[in-house]
């Protein structure tokens, strides 16, 4: 494993670009081409998205393929800032979980609480608010549908850095102890270095499980209200709503082209700088590649120029930040003490759940009754009984082919943009065929619409359990092969410890999001022909359409319900469970 390291205090970054010599390389040439293309790209899609609100009406989507590349570029905006800010999150919220069993007691319940939300629960009550930060710009409902993402996005990479954060290997925990670490410095110098190839894998899920959503986030229909920004998402709703297969044909191809080119740009290379970073003691012999990576690395000028003007960030990295040492006397807690803190500390997060509760309860109850929560419970059996019995299956399908492709890095490279695109595959293209089979051969629509739910989700096991596969260090699985460890027994006391962390990170967020696929899954609609499966999901989609904001707040309660009970019976003691037994030590 490479610690990040700082520049040398003494290398003068203007006096290294002045020795890079005369001429650029074609590597400079390309990369500077490749960077200002980009910059026009952002800038052109960041203009647009700052119009006025009238000229969405002027201009409505369209379904002339011309203005395909546009609706692409605009929608990979959206992505990339939904992106951005849900690294934000990750590395403020998730990092104070992992180190203050405190602040724990009260992000981990609201993170289950937020991945069980539907996409829909939070535009319902979102789009408002947003539209009012901006009125009569465009820029509030692009604010809207960029957090509309950033909710299938943000929860997955947080529980994948907080569970890294709570396995650090111990003897690295000494080393950074001994030397005296910050705690800023022991961040960038260990955590974030330790925790990078699992979030590398699963900023790729995200991204993928954003692009499932993407119908959802731009064409937004709430109650009366409907919004539709230019984007992939909203050519595929309008031609899902006009029957026009072809459309969704092409729009699904431009999609792919978008996944495949951002691939290759950006996460292939990332992966490819992230593999040192890998807890071993001896280097892999089968590392990833990227034509990228390799492009970078020769790089001279560019390089060069990009470190003269970096000065803030090494000057950042550098920064010591030490906890001030004030000239007073230790105080010391007795174990009654901070007893009593830890009581008052959980009262005071009981007392604000209460609240919480009572404020929903009375906006409920202002429409509807205890009957209501009665059959919203039921609802949310059903599903919960659909999600149970599909994460089991797909992790017996995807458990044994993760843990093949993590020990490849050549297959993971040939693979990532197909997994990338079958896990951003919507939904919602594949319901003219649901629906056509499901109508043609008289099936139980309570059965045979369930394996939509898990089309997005499944992806987060096996895209985690990759990521801990290409994480068993080399020296143990050579010493697995010198031992001759084979078989049940291999995957006994190799593969299985390896991987039991990252597949519970895994199918923590692949059972949350089964949840919240469930709104477009249990009640799909093609033409004249409405098929619904009895669930909590269909239940909110129905209200949702109605713009009945109290079974949606009903819906959305029982569901987090579920969730947090889920999470807390069989989840959270298998985490326990891994930081306590399965820690590479």
Known sequence: MVFLSGERVGSHPLARFRRLGAAPSWADLIAFLVLAATAVLIVRGAGEMSEPLSRLRMTPVTLDPARLPEYALLTTLRMFAAL????LFTFTVATLAAKSRRAELVIVPALDILQSVPILGFLTFTVTFFMGLFPGRQLGVECAAIFAIFTSQAWNMAFSFYQSLRTIPNDLDEVSRQFGFSPWRRFVRLELPFATPGLVWNVMMSMSGGWFFVVASEAITVGKTTIALPGIGSWLALSIERQDMRAVAIGVGVMAVVILLYDQLVFRPIVAWADKFRFEQTASQDRPSSWVYDLVRRVRWLRGLVGAFNWPGRL???IDWPTPRLRLPPVRLGPGATRAIDVLWVAAAALGAIAAVWFLWTFISRTLNGHDAVVAFGYG??????VVVLIALTSLI??????????RPAWAERLQPIAQFLAAFPANVLFPFVVVAIVAVHADPNIWLSPLMVLGTQWYILFNVIAGASAIPSDLKEAAGIFGVRGWQWWREVALPGIFPY???????????SWNASIVAEA??????HLEAVGLGSYIAKATAAGDYGRVALGVAVMSIFVIAFNRALWRPMYRFAERRLRLD
């Open 381 to 386: 059996l059903a599903t919960l009984t659909r």
């Open 84 to 87: 951005a800010a849900s690294l």
């Open 316 to 318: 950042l990295a550098r």
């Open 398 to 407: 995807w458990v044994p082919i993760g843990v093949w492709i993590g020990l």
């Open 503 to 513: 597949y519970v990170t895994g199918a923590i967020t692949a059972s949350g999001g």
């Open 524 to 529: 799909v609609t093609w033409g004249d022909k």
